[in-house]
T-cell receptor
């Protein structure tokens, strides 16, 4: 069964500190992996998309890594800001034999940045 | 562009009533997705369209749910009859491409079925 597991479930850090969120998956065959940021009461916003051949991608202070061999991804946030407080969702996609897009969602990591 | 537009933003209804959620994708986007998000199950893909044609509706929970896309700028998700367990936030998203492109989400419709 395709699964995406995220850890930790929640995280509290002080403003200015770095943090790393983890995503492990069993989705196969792999198509791509996305990280989304979802602020409370809003829709998810895409941070990064990585395909099989990419092992790192950055978006400002956000850097995602992908190890397709171990089926692990991480999202590193540098010099955290209060606005980073949100839920971070990992989504791994596969394509069905019929060419249909099939995403598997993680439950998200809730990050709180304290001043 | 105003982004993906959803209406209503909030909906409160009684069990058994019909509910219609609306979505206007970003102009020029070929793909439109409907998602549901709850605390218990997280985000779930319900159905998606390519060029107004439904491609995969395997995520639609049951026959009470139906979705249409009569043209490139409008889609509806209908629940009839609604049940309390349908209470959730329903998101619409659109993208230029099925898989390799960024999906842009709307603000969501928060549905409460009493």
């Amino acid at each position: 069964k395709n699964q995406v597991e995220q850890s930790p479930q929640s995280l509290i850090i002080l403003e200015g500190k770095n943090c790393t969120l983890q995503c492990n998956y069993t989705v196969s065959p792999f198509s791509n992996l996305r990280w989304y940021k979802q602020d409370t009461g809003r829709g998810p916003v895409s941070l990064t998309i990585m395909t099989f051949s990419e092992n790192t991608k950055s978006n400002g202070r956000y850097t995602a890594t992908l190890d397709a061999d171990t089926k692990q991804s991480s999202l590193h946030i540098t010099a955290s800001q209060l606005s980073d407080s949100a839920s971070y969702i990992c989504v791994v996609s596969t394509l069905s034999s019929g060419g249909s897009y099939i995403p598997t969602f993680g439950r998200g990591t809730s990050l709180i940045v304290h001043p | 562009d105003a982004g993906v537009i959803q209406s209503p933003r909030h909906e409160v209804t009684e069990m058994g009533q019909e509910v219609t959620l609306r979505c206007k994708p970003i102009s020029g986007h070929d793909y439109l997705f409907w998602y549901r998000q709850t605390m218990m199950r997280g985000l779930e893909l319900l159905i998606y369209f390519n060029n107004n044609v439904p491609i995969d509706d395997s995520g639609m929970p049951e026959d009470r749910f139906s979705a249409k896309m009569p043209n490139a700028s409008f889609s509806t998700l209908k629940i009839q009859p609604s049940e309390p367990r349908d209470s959730a936030v329903y998101f619409c998203a659109s993208s230029l491409n099925r898989d390799g492109e960024t999906q842009y989400f709307g603000p969501g419709t928060r549905l409460l079925v009493l």
